[in-house]
């Protein structure tokens, strides 16, 4: 990033956070995606509030973004597997931020399983939880009861320009994959899983990039969407994939279990949206299929009789290339620091929220200012 670029970043950062301003002595834990602009946002939330922890999604980080980030504030490993038993996370959070009033910043709904444990036993207070994916806004949405505030902004306006930038970039990188083996996407024809924001924005660039695009998800009302809008829509998604030449999946719902990767059509190429455990099985085929990297963020499955070909590793295939959508991320970002200076206020009952619509009207009044130049 340029020198008069991280000016008008900071400027817009410094406005946001003059309109939306934190109130009290509160910690974050940070989930992010540590790409290149990240830091600015970094450093905007610390302005007002502590940062106990960043912790990168690991197959999302750019190295200069992680060595400055660590020159300022403490990087922990996230796993999957740790947030997923509630005594060890209170454990570090206890570690972490012992006795202080607490915001999380999530993306993926890593902290939903102990969430209730946090609540109850932490020796400080979570003040609440702010959430950025639509997978998470689910895994948050099916707890029986939520503890605490739990905003989302997944499902804001704001952030329909990422989700739509988003599926190109997918795109972007799955053709520039598959052509380092020689080969190309034009004429083929392809499958996605999901018809969420991002699977449409994909269904729609892949269209306009000469595929023969089917679309299947599980929900009838997606599937009558994608039907209007001209795409083939099976019954099932065994029967969409069976002929598919790419299958791109954006469920973030295990849109391959087991049984489906035996459906495949030999050398079809398949690619994830986002984290390869919340899109593909992909350990229940240990033992079943042997695994060879065959160029750089591509590996090759075979059995006997079948192969198929799994682009960077299944994880969001789109951050093999920075996964970068311009200035728009920074609407979302302004958003989430607006959750979390509602959350510092107090006076949020449990549940899920948005922020108002008034509140994202200023965002993008600010947006406009600074970067529709």
């Known amino acids: 990033m340029e020198g008069p670029e991280k000016a008008r970043l900071d400027a817009y950062f410094r406005r946001i956070t003059a309109e939306f301003p934190l109130d009290g002595a509160i910690s974050l834990l940070v989930i992010t995606h540590l790409l290149a602009e990240r830091p600015a946002f970094l450093h905007a939330l610390a302005r007002a509030s502590t940062i106990a922890a960043v912790l990168p999604k690991p197959r999302s980080v750019n190295r200069q973004a992680l060595l400055e980030v660590r020159r300022t504030y403490a990087v922990h490993d996230l796993s999957r597997a740790t947030f997923a038993d509630p005594a060890k996370t209170l454990d570090y959070l206890e570690k972490t931020a012992p006795g202080q ?19 109850e036993k932490f020796s400080g207070h979570v003040l609440g939880i702010v959430e950025d994916t639509e997978n998470g806004h689910q895994r948050y949405e099916a707890l029986e009861e939520l503890p ?30 598959v052509r380092t083996r020689g080969d190309i996407l034009t004429s083929r024809g392809a499958c996605v899983i999901g018809f969420g924001k991002v699977g449409r924005s994909v269904a729609h660039t892949l269209r306009a990039h000469d595929l023969r695009v089917t679309v299947f998800d599980s929900d009838p009302v997606k599937r009558v969407q994608a039907r209007s809008q001209g795409f083939c829509t099976p019954s099932s998604c065994t029967e969409a994939i069976r002929d598919a030449e790419l299958v791109l999946c954006a469920t973030g719902n295990l849109a391959l279990r087991q049984g489906h990767f035996e459906a495949l059509r030999n050398g079809a190429y398949v690619a994830s949206v986002t984290s390869s455990e919340d899109e593909l099985e992909l350990d229940a085929l240990d033992g079943l299929y042997q695994r060879a990297p065959v160029g750089d963020h591509l590996t090759r499955y075979e059995v006997t009789g079948h192969y198929f070909y799994v682009l960077a590793e299944g994880g969001a295939v789109n951050f093999v290339h920075g996964a970068a959508v311009g200035s728009y991320i920074h609407l979302v970002q302004a958003e989430i620091i607006a959750a979390t200076a509602a959350l510092s206020h107090g006076g949020c009952d449990p549940g899920l929220h948005e922020v108002p619509s008034t509140v994202r009207q200023t965002i993008a009044q600010v947006w406009l200012d600074h970067f529709d130049r």
Request: glycine residues 6%; contains cysteine; charged residues 15%.
């Open 101 to 119: 009033d607490v915001v999380l910043l999530d993306i993926g709904g890593y902290f939903a399983p102990a969430v209730a444990t946090l609540a």
């Open 148 to 177: 605490c505030p739990v905003f989302s902004v997944a499902r804001s306006p704001l952030k329909h320009c990422e989700d739509h930038l988003v599926g190109r970039s997918i795109v972007f990188s799955t053709d520039a994959l």
